[in-house]
């Protein structure tokens, strides 16, 4: 069974522009999560969606947003990108809130 | 949130030797997964248990789920164990999603 992918791997922007992370669950998981990681931050909840409905966002401004399609594979962007952006974005997937959460290898952001 | 404190922070082994990892956190919850971040930043599944004890070879962890805390014992290191364990916490409530809380990790060091 294939695990979750995301792409791109590595990813170097600079200020001001945007950019479009995507994330490809495990095969019939329908629960997808976004987390950031920096070294200052640590690993922070960005949102969740589960049948294509955002149900639960973490606390970061309006200029990061997501969407999941109907083949459950997500995408998130983040808009007017700041150097405090750059961070390891990870995706996990799961069948369900209760159930175990897989993560993917991440997307490493570079904002210069 | 749910506050999750790992410890310690850092610890620095022996090859051959046994450890302890530590995990408490502030409130009831549905689901708690260990982790192993690999050097190139992808976390991989050590155990979900939100309760219980649980034994994978050399690793095996318990859940004190009334006391809220959990542990991660690590025997027979070996340099192939270095890495950032992370403890994840949810409260996995289905009507509202899914969030992850995060420690912010203990860094081990295996030197052969």
Redesign the interface.
């Known amino acids: 069974k294939a695990g979750v992918t995301q792409t791109p791997r590595y990813l170097i922007k600079t200020r001001g522009q945007q950019v479009t992370l995507s994330c490809s669950p495990i095969s019939g998981h329908r629960?997808v999560?976004w987390?950031q990681?920096t070294p200052g931050q640590?690993?922070?909840?960005l949102f969740?969606y589960?049948s294509e409905t955002q149900?639960?966002k973490?606390n970061f401004p309006g200029r990061f947003s997501g969407r999941q399609f109907s083949n459950s594979r997500s995408e998130m962007n983040v808009s007017t990108l700041e150097l405090g952006d750059s961070a390891?974005y990870?995706c996990?997937s799961?069948l369900?809130?209760?159930?175990?959460?897989?993560?993917?290898?991440?997307t490493?952001l570079t904002v210069l | 949130g749910i506050q999750v404190e790992q410890s310690p922070p850092d610890l620095i082994l022996q090859e051959g030797a046994n450890s302890t990892l530590r995990c408490n956190f502030s409130d009831s919850v549905n689901n708690l997964q260990w982790f192993h971040q690999n050097p190139w930043g992808q976390l991989i599944n050590l155990f979900y248990i939100p309760s219980g004890t649980k034994q994978n070879g050399r690793l095996s962890a318990t859940t004190v789920a009334t006391e809220r805390y959990s542990l991660l014992y690590i025997s027979s290191s070996q340099t192939t164990d270095s890495g950032v364990y992370f403890c994840a916490v949810g409260e996995g409530i289905s009507n509202t999603g899914n969030q992850f809380y995060f420690g912010t990790g203990t860094s081990l060091t295996v030197i052969p």
């Open positions: 629960s999560s987390y990681q640590g690993l922070q909840f969740e589960f149900r639960n973490g390891l990870l996990a799961s369900d809130p209760n159930n175990e959460q897989f993560f993917g290898p991440g490493r």
